[in-house]
């Protein structure tokens, strides 16, 4: 019985498809910060191909230090003027924030959540994923970065969204 690698491995070689042609250029239309959900794929969410789409991906979308200084590269770098902060409905990490798991090694990614749960008596998961959205534009707009730099002085737009597992859409993240 050949291994789940075996299969994946199998099924790239299989299909040859365009939308991940060799694209010599590093050029992408922006970069998107969203969640490692396997149903969050950015590229497919958007219909774009290789190379249009700069992604950093971190379980539960928030500004950790290493996911700013990978926008630092798109921003510097790359010249991207367009970050997507892509939120998702039941979410994994926010869940487990609105939980109360806060320690130990989920406390990386579930700090800022848990922060924005504790002042619910019984937080709600999305509308905690519409803050968390929120607080994410919040810490990239005051990275001490290029980042910060450009979102601050107006030359990088920062867009906040969720995306509706339910339903395949996007929408806007409110402020809440
Ligand atoms: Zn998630």
């Avoid at 609105?98 to 406390?107: F, I, M, P, T, V």
């Avoid at 700090?111 to 509308?127: E, M, R, T």
Wanted: a negative charge; proline letters at 6%.
């Amino acid at each position: 019985m050949p291994s789940t690698w075996d299969t994946l491995l199998a099924a790239h070689q299989a299909v040859s498809d365009p939308r991940r042609a060799l694209v010599p250029e590093h050029t992408p239309v922006a970069a998107i910060l969203t969640c490692s959900d396997a149903r969050v794929p950015p590229s497919v969410i958007f219909d774009q191909p290789s190379g249009s789409l700069y992604v950093v991906r971190v379980a539960g979308n928030t500004a950790t230090p290493s996911a700013i200084a990978s926008l630092d590269y798109a921003v510097s770098a790359l010249g991207i003027k367009l970050i997507i902060v892509l939120g998702h409905t039941n979410c994994g990490a926010v869940g487990a924030a609105c939980s109360g798991q806060c320690g130990g090694y989920l406390e990386a990614i579930t700090k800022q959540i848990c922060k924005l749960a504790s002042v619910h008596d019984v937080p709600n998961i999305d509308q905690i994923t519409e803050q968390n959205v929120h607080a994410t534009i919040a810490g990239l707009t005051g990275a001490v970065s290029p980042t910060g730099s450009a979102i601050r002085g107006g030359e990088v737009r920062v867009e906040g969204a969720v995306y509706d597992l339910a339903t395949d859409s996007v929408l806007p993240a409110r402020n809440l």
